[in-house]
């Protein structure tokens, strides 16, 4: 049984970097062909996808975030992290890691969520 869970801190101000950790267990985030991503749901609002890593360490981000993402991995810790920078409240949400496979419909595991704040 693959496990994710987030961490991080739940308060940030505004203009500073959003930083968070998904810790998985039950799987290596090295297996052919998975992906590891970022998604977000701020308050009243949808999923927002923010971007992923995949099995063989390459990354790709929604383009109206990009400029500000950046993700990557420790494989020793069997981690990956979410760097978002020069964040506003508009960035408030819950952040979500999960993970998909190439070509799957759908992600088949997905963390707790954790929630961030963004304010002074």
């Known amino acids: 049984q693959v496990q994710l869970q987030e961490s991080g801190p739940g308060l940030v101000k505004p203009s500073q970097t959003l930083s968070l950790t998904c810790t998985v267990s039950g799987g290596s985030i090295t297996t052919n062909y998975y992906s590891w991503s970022w998604i977000r749901q701020p308050p009243g609002k949808g999923l927002e996808w923010i971007g992923y890593i995949s099995y063989s360490g390459s990354t790709y981000y929604s383009p109206s975030l990009k400029s500000r993402t950046s993700i990557s991995r420790d494989t020793s810790k069997n981690q990956f992290t979410l760097q978002l920078s020069s964040v506003t409240p508009e960035d408030t949400a819950v952040y979500y890691c999960?993970?998909?496979?190439?070509?799957?419909?759908?992600?088949?595991?997905w963390g707790q969520g954790t929630q961030v704040t963004v304010s002074s």
């Open positions: 999960a993970r998909d496979q190439v070509g799957a419909p759908e992600y088949d595991y």
